[in-house]
């Protein structure tokens, strides 16, 4: 019965040991892929970034919040004789279950895999311009799911790189209804572990 409880002692120690608070940010690519059919131009790519903090309570396992700007996507098109501008941006508060997995220990030993799930509160917003004037604005808030993975490399102890990729999903109110499409951030950027 004492080495259960010396056992039980020790792992128990040995998680307080690996617990430790980390932020990063990181910045890249993203994209929001929506229906472009009907219109005379789309971009659907922007520079997007994400801010995020959590707590390590594993050497494995961690839980997550962050903030993420997917960036704006741009159309235009035409309805009743003009033509109409319109601007998305799409933003989400994040919380996630997180995993990280060496990759190749005897190899790399600096190399993990990076895997998030979780709930995504987002945010869209689009504005429609004709003639220069604002002629609609519409918003929409829903939780949706969110997934990321991606690969860390330890620089220092307290100092990983990590390239990831993010998404979720973003619908948008529109006069022809709604419409669902992927929000996506391929970024790369830094974690500090304290």
Do not use: W
């Amino acid at each position: 019965m004492k080495k259960y409880v010396l056992a039980a002692s020790l792992a128990a120690l040995a998680g307080q040991a690996a617990a430790q608070f980390h932020v990063g940010a990181q910045v890249g690519a993203s994209n929001l892929k929506l229906n472009c059919a009907d219109t005379i131009s789309c971009d659907r790519s922007d520079v997007g970034f994400k801010f995020f903090a959590g707590y390590r309570f594993h050497p494995m396992l961690a839980a997550e919040v962050g903030y993420i700007d997917f960036g704006r996507a741009r159309a235009s098109y035409p309805q009743s004789g003009f033509i109409v501008e319109s601007d998305l941006e799409a933003q989400a508060l994040t919380a996630a279950a997180v995993a990280r997995v060496e990759l190749l220990p005897s190899l790399v030993p600096s190399l993990t895999g990076v895997a998030r799930l979780g709930l995504a509160a987002v945010h869209t917003e689009r504005e429609n311009r004709a003639a220069g004037a604002r002629v609609a604005l519409s918003t929409t808030d829903q939780l949706q799911p969110y997934v990321g993975l991606g690969l860390a490399y330890s620089l220092r102890k307290n100092v990983q790189a990590e390239v990831s990729v993010d998404m979720t999903r973003a619908e948008v109110e529109s006069a022809s209804g709604n419409s669902k499409g992927v929000a996506r951030l391929i970024s790369a950027g830094l974690t500090y572990s304290f």
